[in-house]
Each structure stands twice: as C-alpha cells, then as structure tokens.
C-alpha cells in the first residue's frame, strides 16, 4: 500500500511540475506517459522508472486485496460491494500503467497520448463505442468524486490524526479537487470520441493540461492546475504515510474525521 501511493505520488510530481514549468516558460504541457518519458532522460531516470513501475504493481496488489478481503470495512451491502469492485478495478487499471512504466525503463516505447490507442483499440471491438462511452461516463464520475472528496473532507475519514497530515489540509483539499477536475476534463473528452466515432478526439492527462492553456488566462490555469497536481502528489504521499485501514491499523489510532466529532 505505501509503495503504491509513493509511487503515484511519483508520477504526479513529474506531470506537475512540467505543467508548472509549461505554463511559466510558454512550453508545451506534457501529460503522464511525456513525463515518464522525460524522467527517462534524466540521471537516475531508468532506475526511478522501475521504482515506479514496481510501486504500481504493489498499489494494484493492494487494491485488489482490499476490494477481495475488505480490509477497509465497505460492508457487503450495495454500496459496499461497488466500492469493493472499484477498488478492483483500479488496482487492476494501475497494473496495467506499470507494465507501461517497466516498458519505458527498458527502453520501450516513447511519448505521445496512449489515450487515443487505447480509444482506438477499444472502438474496433464490438460495441467499441459504447464501451468507450460507458468508461468516459465512468471517469467523469471518478473525477467528480475526487473533487467532492477534497470539498466535503471524506479525505478524513482514512487519515491518521497527525499534526503533519492537519498542517496539509488545504495542501489535501485543492489537490483532491484540481485532480478530480483533470479527470472529468478527460472524460469529456472521451466521451466525445465515443460520441463522434473519432478515436483522435480523445485526450489524456496532457491534452486536457493543454486544453487549459488554450483557454482565456490559459497560462494562469495552466500554473494553477500543475500546482494543484503537485498537491495531489503530496495526498498520495500522506496516504502512504499516514493512511488508517481499519482491519490493519487497529481500532485506537484516530483519524481526522474522529477529531472533527469529537
């Protein structure tokens, strides 16, 4: 579990910061699989990327575990078992981002958006279209729950009641919100490939940063969002740090939401 939010709290930094620099220098704003492959090129970059890519495949074991076994008390009821099957699902999804991470420490592969191929793919199936269009519905969803888990403080529930994890509250809220906006910024965009039947209109993380920069105070938007996905990274790194499961972490350690009652 640690290893696989540290990990994803890895790949945010990188998608961040090149937003960040992108927005003050007028480059090009680079989305996930662009940013891994720029940490390619950096010193230590190959050796980052396996940690990385192995980080994931512990989240994806995680998840999955999680969901079979409940260890976080979702409860066998209708709500319970979608969110078991959502952590599934993740896990499964984030597996499949850390073969594509290994591929590209072993030399494998290079930028562009995996988004459109994966669209593509998707499309040439048998009621390609609707899948694609049920998983953009499903994105947008995710999205919009990220941003009301930052809003409402549902963050609190499973964190630790530390000083460290109060101090970065705010840090926690925008990041939560500023990802899950990227999110349905994807989703959108999915959607309209699905819609379309044009598997070139789909975009991930990078052209939905870039959709921002087209925009009226594009370069504002542009900071604003890689700040925020930098906060997000920082989430990640708290979850690893400071996460409370409840068949684990044992019944006397408080979280946040326990302070906020109490």
């Keep these: 579990m640690r290893a696989g939010y540290g990990a994803r709290g890895a790949i945010y930094i990188a998608v961040g910061a090149l937003a960040f620099l ?23 970059g190959v050796p980052m990327l396996w940690g990385i890519g192995l980080g994931l495949f512990c989240y994806m074991v995680w998840r999955v575990v999680a969901g079979i076994m409940d260890v976080e008390d979702h409860g066998d009821g209708a709500k319970g078992a979608f969110a078991r099957a959502a952590q599934i699902t993740t896990g499964l999804l984030h597996g499949g981002i850390a073969i594509s991470v290994i591929g590209l420490a072993q030399g494998g592969g ?33 999205g919009l729950y990220y941003a009301y888990k930052g809003v409402a403080g549902k963050y609190k529930e499973h964190l630790a009641n530390a000083r460290l994890v109060r101090d970065l509250e705010m840090v926690i809220k925008g990041g939560l ?19 379309f039947g044009d598997p070139s ?10 959709s921002l920069r087209g925009a009226v105070f594009g370069r504002i938007l542009l900071g604003g969002a890689g700040i925020g996905l930098l906060a997000f990274a920082l989430y990640n790194f708290v979850e690893a740090g400071y996460r409370v499961v409840p068949k684990i972490s044992g019944a006397g ?10």
């Design 22 to 44: 992108a927005a003050l220098n007028s480059g090009q704003a680079e989305g996930t699989k662009d940013a891994l492959v720029a940490l390619r090129k950096q010193p230590y």
């Design 110 to 142: 290079g930028g562009g958006d995996s988004t459109q191929d994966w669209t593509q793919k998707v499309m040439q199936m048998p009621l390609g279209r609707t899948m694609v269009g049920i998983g953009a519905l499903i994105l947008v969803g995710a």
């Design 177 to 195: 919100i500023v990802y899950g906006a990227m999110l349905v910024l994807v989703g959108i965009s999915i959607a309209t490939a699905a819609f």
């Design 201 to 210: 209109q789909a975009g991930g993380l990078g052209q939905a940063l870039q």
């Design 253 to 262: 350690i408080k979280t946040l939401a326990d302070r906020a009652t109490s």
